[in-house]
Nanobody, 122 residues
Framework: QVQLVESGGGLVQAGGSLRLSCAAS????????MGWFRQAPGKEREFVAA????????NYADSVKGRFTISRDSATNTLYLQMNSLKPEDTAVYYC???????????????WGQGTQVTVSS
């Protein structure tokens, strides 16, 4: 059974940085795509970034391009989201997700973590 456990959220001032981690277990993830999503209070969950676990293809939402970087460490089965130049509008619960197949915002993701809160103060 796939397990995804996020960590690294917290409170940061605008302009600051955070790195989120997602520990993945229960599968060999080489054929999987991994993604980060977020949900702000009163809003729908939205796509942030995705990566093919085997390497190469990465996708980003326009709102985070140039500020966020998704990466993964195959040796430790960990997915990361480096978030720089954070803005108050980045405040949300951030979720790690996995799917068998291609990465990207338009796909259904099969497995989800419990989420980690990111709060950016102005």
């Amino acid at each position: 059974q796939v397990q995804l456990v996020e960590s690294g959220g917290g409170l940061v001032q605008a302009g600051g940085s955070l790195r989120l981690s997602c520990a993945a277990s229960g599968r060999t993830f080489s054929a999987y795509a991994m993604g980060w999503f977020r949900q702000a209070p009163g809003k729908e969950r939205e796509f942030v970034a995705a990566i093919r676990w085997s390497g190469g293809s990465r996708n980003y939402a326009d709102s985070v391009k140039g500020r966020f970087t998704i990466s993964r460490d195959s040796a430790t089965n960990t997915l990361y989201l480096q978030m720089n130049s954070l803005k108050p509008e980045d405040t949300a619960v951030y979720y790690c997700a996995a799917r068998l197949g291609n990465p990207g915002p338009g796909y259904e993701y099969d497995y989800w973590g419990q989420g980690t809160q990111v709060t950016v103060s102005s």
